[in-house]
């Protein structure tokens, strides 16, 4: 069975305090690992895509990465508009158009 | 503009009501799904439609029914829920290219409380 655990469950960050956001996956052959950020209320919002252990995307002040256990999201002096919840899943090998098995979320607070 | 539009944003229902969710996807993509979202539990998935043929059904209650008429629209039809379905449904869709399936850009879901 699938598995993604994120971790901390919570985090509160001063403005311009970087820091990192865990995802531990089990999966029987990885086809993509997604990172979504949350805002209270509304859908997930696409942030990025990672194939393959050793793969990074960036995006302003958030990086992703992957090994073959696990990803990391490193925010980067991040500021108030980047609070919301962070959500990490997987997308196992498979034939045709499978779901995502998602984590349970990071809650991040950038207090100013 | 997300590319996924969901109707109705919010939804209270007696326990006794059929109603339906809509989602329509402007992406022109060819697999749907629907997920349940509720407190402190990670997103589940529900079903999922690839060129309109259900290929998933995660054990869900038969009170939910989907539909899928096309691969642009996806309806969740409830009847007789319970309280403890009350949650945030969420709809979803993807491109799915000889077995490889693209991000899911989802949409701003439903919220639907049954009292």
């Known amino acids: 069975e699938d598995q993604v655990t994120q971790s901390p469950e919570a985090l509160r960050l001063q403005e311009g305090e970087s820091s990192s956001l865990n995802c531990s996956y089990t999966v029987s052959g990885l086809r993509g690992l997604f990172w979504y950020r949350q805002d209270p209320g509304k859908g997930p919002e696409f942030l990025f895509t990672l194939y393959s252990a050793g793969e990074e995307k960036e995006k302003e002040r958030l990086k992703a990465t992957l090994t073959k256990k696990e990803s990391f999201l490193h925010i980067t002096a991040p500021k108030p508009e980047d609070s919301a919840t962070y959500l990490c899943a997987v997308q196992a090998s498979g034939g045709g158009a499978d779901g995502l098995t998602f984590g349970k979320g990071t809650h991040l607070i950038i207090q100013p | 503009e997300t590319g996924v539009t969901q109707t109705p944003r919010h939804l209270v229902m007696g326990m006794t009501n059929k109603k339906s969710l809509k989602c329509e996807q402007h992406l022109g993509h060819n697999a749907m799904y629907w997920y349940k979202q509720s407190a402190k539990k990670p997103l589940e998935l529900m079903f999922v439609?690839?060129?309109?043929?259900?290929?998933e059904n995660n054990s869900v209650p038969s009170r939910f029914s989907p539909e899928c008429p096309n691969s642009s629209h996806l309806f969740l039809h409830l009847h007789t829920l319970q309280p403890e379905d009350s949650a945030l449904y969420l709809c979803?869709?993807?491109?799915?290219?000889?077995?490889?399936?693209?991000?899911?850009?989802f949409g701003q879901g439903t919220r639907l409380t049954v009292v």
């Open positions: 439609y690839n060129f309109k043929e259900q290929t």
């Open positions: 979803a869709s993807s491109q799915d290219v000889q077995g490889w399936s693209t991000e899911a850009f």
